[in-house]
């Protein structure tokens, strides 16, 4: 059971470059989260998707599109990459948020890179 | 705004108990979750408190109080694999977690 998988887990790229991170799940799980971790900060929520086909805005989510057409994968993309992008970006997803504690399980992180 | 505090580092003995705390201020509550997070790698999840009280699980134990916005994790007999980041993360009126900076904890032999 690989639960939560990132790809790629590094990456460089020039400013102004576009890029896809790709997030993939097998726990059938309805919610997915994409966040970034700074240091000195906690980790910030870019975008989440409820559910296949929809997908929400979180507390960073300029510079950053996504796209949930299956449930199983949530697509992070930056359009233009800029060096306030360099980070590490984790991938998250849960079975649903209501009704008890349901911990969100993460992948290995994709650390990016923006010269 | 939205706020959870913790400690940036701290340091402890092996063998020894240490305990983390988080404060917050968010809007509306619904759990607190401490996930442990080992140097590039990804945050695992520890506990998870709704109700006011301790719960236990093996050697780490976490205590929420509402009314003080407070919750801490104790870690007992300290092992050198214990040397980790310690998040704590505040479910809010939205379901969304807003995350703490996060406390690294260095245990010394």
Known sequence: ?????????FRVLKTGQSMTLLCAQDMNHEYMYWYRQDPGMGLRL????VGEGTTAKGEVPDGYNVSRLKKQN???GLESAAPSQTSVYFCASNPSTEGGHQPQHFGDGT????L | GQNIDQPTEMT????AIVQINCTYQTSGFNGLFWYQQHAGEAPT???YNVLDGLEEKGRFSSFLSRSKGY???LL?????KDSASYLCAVRDSNYQLIWGAGTKLIIKP
């Open chain 1, 1 to 9: 059971n690989a639960g939560v998988t990132q790809t790629p887990k």
């Open chain 1, 46 to 49: 870019i975008h989440y998707s």
């Open chain 1, 74 to 76: 949530f697509l992070l």
């Open chain 1, 111 to 114: 650390r990016l890179s923006i």
């Open chain 2, 12 to 15: 402890a003995t092996e063998g």
């Open chain 2, 45 to 47: 999840f520890l506990s």
């Open chain 2, 71 to 73: 919750s801490y994790l």
């Open chain 2, 76 to 80: 007992k007999e300290l092992q050198m």
